[in-house]
């Protein structure tokens, strides 16, 4: 998936956000993940995210961020406001499924 300017459901978490940044997020590569662990202490909230493949097996640990307590806020309501219409979508999905 890339991110171009005319992405409407892009938000930042910072209060304005210029093309060269946008055009910036492309430029790492992404990885794959399916879990993630989340934890909070004194220096804030750390993301831990993971590949699991198989119930008996470890997850491989891929990447972890750490950001501070308000970042983490941020990010949560970015993440409620991005996936709100397709969690609703997939509940509906979901229910069409289980009633055949």
């Known amino acids: 998936m890339t ?3 005319e992405d409407s459901s892009l938000v ?3 209060d ?3 093309q060269d940044e946008i055009d ?6 992404a990885i794959f993940t ?3 662990f989340v934890a909070l202490g004194p220096g804030g909230i ?3 995210f ?3 493949q198989g119930d008996n097996i470890l997850p491989a640990v891929r990447t972890a961020v750490i950001m501070q307590v308000e970042d983490g806020i941020a990010l949560y ?10 969690e609703e979508d997939f509940e509906v999905i979901k229910q069409a499924l289980q009633e055949d």
Not at 24 to 29: A, W
Not at 77 to 86: A, I, R, V, W, Y
Request: hydrophobic share 35%.
């Open 50 to 52: 993971a590949e699991q």
């Open 34 to 36: 399916n879990k993630l």
């Open 3 to 5: 991110i171009d300017e």
């Open 77 to 86: 309501k970015t993440l409620q406001g991005l996936l709100e219409e397709p």
């Open 16 to 18: 304005t956000v210029d």
């Open 46 to 48: 750390r993301i831990t």
């Open 12 to 14: 930042s978490i910072v």
């Open 24 to 29: 910036l997020t492309n430029t790492i590569p």
